[in-house]
């Protein structure tokens, strides 16, 4: 709080949780844990913990069940002018450090941007062969690779129909494929609730991806992109069953 400012009697737990939430929202990738909290506002950690409750039951914040450190959560997104780039990156990052330190794999957020989904980051894992297929900032079709199709596959249809027929000839033009292929992957996806592509941007990838919210928007997608072998055929239940775990409980 500015020092300049007068304190309002009687509203020390307003000036308590609003300087919790500008703390985790400032803090960004890094989150921050209820000692930090404590020690950095001077709030007791009991009264740290209780507020962080009320917090949590509200979704202004979300606590990572790995680290038990805090970001920010849904609630805190209610402008139009939020950066949901940013809140991708601050929401999403923990998790996709932790799938590619666990499974050694590139993966890659994802941000959907109208009819396209930019990568906004992406992390190599320590496998010795990595998959390549964006760097930061690159733009994407949706509908062309299982990064893509997994936020296709979490709209409405109606509104995933129109965005690949609007994609359609850059689609076609750059997978040299049928489009009832296309149309297959996405019917897939939405049946299993994450997409998979194999091959579909390059021959012997492979490539899972599940659909990233906002509340009840699709935002983006977290995608893991390997070289198809035998160990990725042992690993990619598991990492089906991280995602979901971490992005549906």
């Not at 027929?165 to 850059?170: C, P």
């Not at 149309?183 to 390059?202: D, V």
Request: hydrophobic fraction near 40%.
């Amino acid at each position: 709080m500015d020092h300049d400012e007068k304190t309002i009697k009687g509203a020390q737990s307003v000036y308590r949780v609003l300087g919790i939430l500008e703390a985790v929202i400032l803090s960004g990738d890094s989150m921050m844990s209820p000692k930090e909290l404590s020690a950095s506002l001077d709030i007791p950690l009991a009264t740290v913990h209780r507020l962080l409750t009320v917090l949590r039951q509200k979704q202004f914040v979300t606590c990572d069940p790995a680290t038990k450190k805090y970001h920010i959560g849904d609630s805190c997104l209610i402008s139009p002018r939020m950066d949901v780039t940013a809140y991708i990156r601050s929401r999403f990052m923990p998790l996709a450090e932790r799938i590619s330190q666990r499974f050694g794999y590139s993966t890659v957020l994802y941000a959907r941007k109208g009819y396209d989904a930019q990568c906004v980051e992406r992390l190599d894992g320590w496998h010795p062969i990595q998959v390549f297929l964006n760097k930061v900032g690159d733009r994407r079709p949706l509908g062309m690779g299982s990064a893509t199709l997994s936020i296709l596959a979490a709209l409405p249809e109606d509104e995933a129909e129109a965005i690949l027929s609007h994609n359609e000839e850059e689609i076609l033009f750059v997978l040299k494929t049928d489009f009832s292929a296309v149309r297959a992957f996405l019917g897939q996806a939405r049946r299993n609730g994450y997409a998979l592509s194999h091959g579909m941007l390059l021959r012997e990838t492979i490539g899972v991806s599940h659909a990233l919210r906002m509340g009840n928007e699709v935002i983006g997608s977290i995608a893991v992109d390997a070289v198809h072998t035998a160990q990725w055929d042992k690993d990619q239940p598991l990492i089906i069953e991280a995602l979901r775990d971490a992005l549906l409980s």
